[in-house]
């Protein structure tokens, strides 16, 4: 199974960005689809964004027009990036095969922290 690595976060600004990144120990090229997930303490995760083999994308809505997910299979690395970030959209972040919805091995996440 693929193993993947979160990276990128950190603490922000209300309004700035931050990138993303999902490094996968394998091609990503044969997984139908990727998904990067919020998570708040206390609360359930939360799907954000996906991209499926073909290129096409979904966003959640309250992420729309500021979040954007692509991939580089060649590099094995699916990015979101965030863009005009809010406090709401402090959370840990998770990438996600549709594999890891199955089994449950989430990784580690990446922290993002966006002050007021």
């Known amino acids: 199974q693929v193993q993947l690595v979160e990276s990128g976060g950190g603490l922000v600004q209300a309004g700035g960005s931050l990138r993303l990144s999902c490094t996968a120990s394998?091609?990503?090229?044969?997984?139908?689809?990727m998904y990067w997930y919020r998570q708040v303490p206390g609360k359930q995760r939360e799907l954000v964004a996906t991209i499926s083999s073909g290129g096409r994308t979904n966003y959640a809505d309250s992420v729309k027009g500021r979040f954007t997910i692509s991939g580089d299979n060649a590099r094995k690395i699916v990015y979101l990036q965030m863009s005009s970030l809010k406090p709401e959209d402090t959370a840990v972040y998770y990438c996600?095969?549709?594999?890891?919805?199955?089994?449950?091995?989430w990784g580690q996440g990446t922290q993002v922290t966006v002050s007021s």
């Open positions: 394998a091609s990503i090229f044969s997984i139908n689809a």
């Open positions: 996600a095969t549709p594999g890891t919805l199955v089994r449950g091995d």
